[in-house]
């Protein structure tokens, strides 16, 4: 049974940093492509970051480039987001997901093309 949850969200002020993670189970990480998404109240989910199973391949939102790394420990089993240099705009519920599949997809940042999702972490930028 595939299963992701994710965790280290916190009320932080503009500035900081955050690292979450997405622990995951019911398969093995090594194979698969993670994403992270967010969904800030009266918005649509979207995508923050993706990275690939074999080479490690990264992709990041514009909004978050330079400030937010995706990382992987496929011998714990979890995927990372850190956030630094965090914003009120970056305020939102924080999800990982996947397909199963070894490559981010095309569209990586769409949510359709997750089938599998954790249940999200809270994360909150103010001052």
């Known amino acids: 049974q595939v299963q992701l949850v994710e965790s280290g969200g916190l009320l932080v002020q503009p500035g900081e940093s955050l690292k979450l993670a997405c622990a995951t189970s019911?398969?093995?990480?090594?194979?698969?492509?993670i994403a992270w998404f967010r969904q800030a109240p009266g918005k649509e989910r979207e995508g923050v970051s993706c990275i690939g199973s074999r080479d490690g391949t990264t992709y990041y939102a514009d909004s978050v480039k330079g400030r937010f790394t995706i990382s992987r420990d496929n011998a714990k089993n979890v995927v990372y987001l850190l956030m630094n240099s965090l914003k009120p705009e970056d305020t939102a519920v924080y999800y990982c997901?996947?397909?199963?599949?070894?490559?981010?997809?095309?569209?990586?940042?769409?949510?359709?093309?997750?089938?599998?999702w954790g249940q999200g972490t809270q994360v909150s930028v103010s001052s």
């Open positions: 997901a996947t397909d199963l599949f070894p490559t981010c997809p095309n569209n990586w940042h769409v949510d359709h093309e997750y089938g599998y």
């Open positions: 019911g398969f093995t990480l090594d194979y698969y492509a």
